[in-house]
RNA sequence: GUAGAUAUAGCUCAGCUGGUUAGAGCGUCGGAUUGUGAUUCCGAAGGUCGUGGGUUCGAGCCCCAUUAUUUACCCCA
């Protein structure tokens, strides 16, 4: 038998010691966050019915969907799952009756999931927290991977903006406890976007691609998104609209978000012929107006880092009010947090009228940025705080109630399991970050004293027992 | 799905216009030091040059195909 080279599938990763220390430090700032403003942990299965992930990701989430094989020979022909038909008809075809499974693709989804099927038990507003890795069949590149973490926080079961006010916080927490001081809370809210659809004359049809390419003004400019629209097919050409979205992003007048949002509001106003139009519009001005105000009531201060952003369009496939989005400013990187209010998605599940609100943090995006720039506090990615080296299996021997001593103690320790020269104890102990090395030869076994050396100064001294104990637990 | 880049030792990478036996640093192992790491000195091991074909007297280098990785677009955390 040849002998094949490992691999992992594309776009996953192994994580080391020193990178899973550093992911759970991530992992424990937003948990900690989530728990303190009174979220609960749920766990949902790695693998959903098909049935309830299809149809809730647009299209192209469908595509994006990892499907499971089922078990068993389907192609048999007593049992026939699929027929010769089926074969002749095509894989979209054969498709349903070979994979009834799929891997989770976000957390929301489930979630929702969840709520429908435990309605009855649930006390609402129900406020859950999920932390779990998601799967998508995704190109890998950059920032994207094909099996990745999301942190999800949501409440559903309440209209209340203070919700999407305290997203905002949670969300400013976790940035800044992590160091992450430069960033950008974009909120939008979808009726706004609705709003500039109607100031634009667009039908309602094509709304989520208007959306779309509305979102890339920042990237591609004016004459950009003109463009595309043409190309697109889109046929209303008075970009009134447009010049008014264009003030809010001038790059050297920068508007503050409520200046932002009396100007959006007079832009409803001034181009709205069709009342109803202006009414859509308008009321979304006023929830994040709304949510603004709760913030300032509440005493949060870091308005410089919550922006209004009129253009950003995010989740069109099920977000009905807010909208979120996080950028790191001063990395190149992709958003590492997105979120908004739903009011239709337990719907999809048979359970109409219930409304939701979450977020969602990238936690392997937040690494990359951390590494990036830098932020990780100093790691410890061994928790061993003494080795004990030995001389041979006779000393080795006599040092496994010292062993047995210094764990009773709490010390996490371990003992070199392998005859080898001291000088390769020592390397062990230096490569794994292990601060303190004990040894007991013959001459301080005589005296009946130890001798602990200290790596990162060189330190070495001869204790007694209590003395080895009260240096190692200080 | 569309387009580009890359593939040489465990890792990061050199390798000239195609020319004898493919190199360095780091890491590993051994020794200087049979009771001491990180530092110093000496030495050694480690390669079907991603895979398959072609051109050539001769290919790590040129051509074609293929696979993997990666970046951008689309979309997204």
Known sequence: MSVQKPSIPQGTRDFGPAVVARRNYIFGVIRRVFEKFGYAPLETPTMENLSVLTGKYGEEGDQLLFKVLNSGDFLNK??????????????????????????????????????????????????????????????????????????????????????????????????NTLGLTEHTIKINHRDVLSGVRFAAGEDPSKESEFFVVLDKLDKIGSEGVKQELKERGFHNFGFQWLEYLLRTHDGNKRMSSSERLKYVSFMFEDIMSDSNAEVVGSKGIRELEGVFRILKDFGFTQFDQLEFDPTLARGLS?????????????????????????????????????????????????????????????AVATTTRCLIASFDAETARLMLPVLRQLREAGIPSELYPDEAKLGKQFKYADAKGIPYVLLQGPEERAAGQFKLKELSTGQEQLLNWDAVLAELTK
């Open 78 to 175: 007593k049992n026939a799952a699929v027929t010769t038909e089926d074969l002749e008809a095509g894989s979209k075809k054969i498709l349903p009756k070979i994979a009834e499974k799929g891997l989770r693709y976000d957390l929301t989804v489930p979630f929702a999931r969840y709520v429908v099927m435990n309605r009855g038990t649930l006390t609402f507003p129900f406020k859950r927290y999920q932390i779990q890795p998601v799967w998508r069949a995704d190109r890998p590149q950059r920032g994207r991977y094909r099996e990745f973490y999301q942190c999800d926080a949501d409440v559903v079961g309440t209209d209340s903006l203070l919700c999407e006010a305290e997203i905002v916080l949670m969300m400013s927490e976790v940035l």
């Open 318 to 378: 099920y977000y009905t009010g807010c909208i979120f989005e996080i950028k790191i400013n001063n990395v190149n990187m992709g958003s590492v947090s997105g979120g908004g209010r739903y009011d239709n998605l337990t719907g999809a599940f048979g359970l109409p009228g219930v409304s939701g609100v979450g977020f969602s943090f990238g936690v392997d995006r937040l690494y990359d940025c951390l590494e990036e720039l830098n932020l990780f506090p100093e």
